[in-house]
């Protein structure tokens, strides 16, 4: 079943522009994760965000998590047009899987 | 570098004919997932195995097998494979600490195509 919804579910943004996507799930988390995939390739992790954490920073990336109204967001400033692939949250399911969102489609034209 | 690397990139069967995914890590980790991905669509779990205990999914068809030999190795098995079953095939590794399950390392993928 799916646990995350991502929103806007496509975003198509200028090179040095800031990019928020966020991201809603259902029940109670440990962490969410936030992984990007390029056009037909796999996953690449960016970040996780634990429960009791608000907000996390790594390089251009800036993860909020609101636990009370069990969303996140991701925002990507001063965008690059390598930027542009497929951004997933995901929180982890009973078998210690990882239950994605339908992810938001980011394009970042030069 | 350590890595999870999955063969073929590209897979081309007919309906019908087995076909076998493999997956290889060198990050020695105790947990290796299968996801499917169909196209526009969130991975969707398959199976995976800690060491080796085998963990299905409830609504994982039967066709679909997997094989752990090793920690290094698993493989997917599609017996009879549908036009349905057409899609990228996403294996993923993890430590497996105690502390939790976090980060899963994915390799780049199989993307198969069933004729």
């Known amino acids: 079943s799916q646990q995350g919804e991502e929103d806007p579910q496509a975003l198509s943004i200028q090179e040095g522009e800031n990019a928020t996507m966020n991201c809603s799930y259902k029940?109670?988390?440990?962490?969410l994760q936030w992984y990007r995939q390029n056009s037909g390739r796999g996953l690449v992790h960016l970040i996780l965000?634990?429960?009791?954490?608000r907000e996390k920073h790594s390089g251009r990336l800036r993860v909020t998590l609101d636990t009370s109204k069990k969303s996140s967001s991701l925002l990507i400033t001063a965008s690059r047009a390598a930027d542009t692939a497929s951004y997933f949250c995901?929180?982890?399911?009973?078998?210690?899987?990882?239950?994605f969102g339908k992810g938001t489609k980011l394009s970042v034209k030069p | 570098d350590a890595m999870v690397i999955q063969n073929p990139r590209y897979q081309v069967t007919q309906f019908g004919k087995p076909v076998t995914l493999s997956c290889s890590q060198t990050l020695n980790h105790n947990v290796m997932y299968w996801y499917q991905q169909k196209s526009s669509q969130a991975p969707k779990l398959l199976f995976h195995?800690?060491?080796?205990?085998?963990?299905n999914e409830a609504d994982t068809p039967d066709n679909f097998q997997s094989r752990r030999p090793n920690t290094s190795f698993c493989f997917l098995d599609i017996r009879s494979p549908g036009l349905g079953d057409a899609a990228m095939y996403l294996c993923?590794?993890?430590?497996?600490?105690?502390?939790?399950?976090?980060?899963?390392?994915f390799g780049p993928g199989t993307r198969l195509l069933v004729l």
């Open positions: 029940t109670s988390i440990n962490n």
């Open positions: 965000i634990r429960s009791n954490e």
């Open positions: 195995y800690y060491d080796k205990d085998f963990n």
């Open positions: 995901a929180t982890s399911g009973s078998q210690g899987n990882l239950i």
């Open positions: 993923a590794t993890e430590q497996g600490a105690t502390s939790g399950r976090e980060t899963q390392y």
